[in-house]
């Protein structure tokens, strides 16, 4: 049995924040309770396989550049058509994309586009009837990213302390504009 597109308008929904600020379990939370689906912007990192994985686990995947807005972009506005996307599944212990692998998503009603740099893509944002920038205190979010770094990618205290420095002299350099 083969899903039938949605028919009608899909609610989409723009999500942005810090890394740790809680993205992620507000759009799973949200999405279970509306029937809808979360594409996580981790997951459209630009590929970088071809790299060594010392030379992979360096890299600033917290930066614009980082993301594959093309890509991204397409599968929205698939999605919003309502047409299934092929996702990319991304490997974080191993810093790379899957190759083989995509995550096969019907579309429905609501979608929730949620990542550090939501709201950054001036290509992205019109795909968005509404846009949240989740906030929560700088303690409280490396907190939650060393936990998750650690439990769930397997990265090391130092590299997860590295990529928090990169972010915050990065910080002034990013603007979200309406």
Same mark, same amino acid.
């Given at each position: 049995?083969?899903?039938?597109?949605?028919?009608?308008?899909?609610?989409?929904?723009?999500?942005?924040?810090?890394?740790?600020?809680?993205?992620?379990?507000?759009?799973?939370?949200?999405?279970?309770?509306?029937?809808?689906?979360?594409?996580?912007?981790?997951?459209?990192?630009?590929?970088?396989?071809?790299?060594?994985?010392?030379?992979?686990?360096?890299?600033?995947?917290?930066?614009?550049?980082?993301?594959?807005?093309?890509?991204?972009?397409?599968?929205?506005?698939?999605?919003?058509?309502?047409?299934?996307? #092929? !996702? &990319?599944?991304?490997?974080?212990?191993?810093?790379?994309? +899957?190759? @083989?692998?995509? *995550?096969?998503?019907? /579309?429905?009603?609501?979608?929730?586009?949620?990542?550090?740099?939501?709201?950054?893509?001036?290509?992205?944002?019109?795909?968005?009837?509404?846009?949240?920038?989740? #906030? !929560? &205190?700088?303690?409280?979010?490396?907190?939650?990213?060393? +936990?998750? @770094?650690?439990? *769930?990618?397997?990265? /090391?205290?130092?590299?997860?302390?590295?990529?928090?420095?990169?972010?915050?002299?990065?910080?002034?350099?990013?603007?979200?504009?309406?």
């Amino acid at each position: 049995m083969t899903a039938r597109p949605v028919q009608g308008n899909i609610f989409i929904v723009g999500l942005a924040g810090p890394s740790g600020s809680g993205k992620s379990t507000v759009a799973k939370r949200v999405a279970s309770r509306l029937s809808g689906h979360v594409i996580s912007m981790e997951t459209y990192s630009a590929e970088m396989n071809h790299l060594p994985l010392e030379k992979r686990a360096k890299l600033d995947y917290d930066a614009p550049g980082a993301i594959d807005v093309k890509l991204l972009e397409s599968h929205i506005r698939d999605y919003a058509a309502g047409k299934a996307i #092929e !996702a &990319p599944v991304y490997d974080f212990a191993q810093h790379l994309r +899957v190759s @083989d692998r995509r *995550e096969h998503s019907p /579309a429905k009603s609501l979608l929730i586009v949620e990542g550090i740099l939501a709201l950054h893509f001036a290509q992205l944002r019109p795909h968005f009837e509404l846009a949240i920038y989740l #906030e !929560a &205190p700088d303690e409280v979010c490396f907190h939650r990213r060393k +936990v998750r @770094d650690i439990t *769930e990618r397997q990265r /090391a205290l130092d590299l997860i302390r590295s990529h928090r420095e990169q972010a915050r002299c990065r910080r002034g350099s990013i603007t979200v504009r309406g």
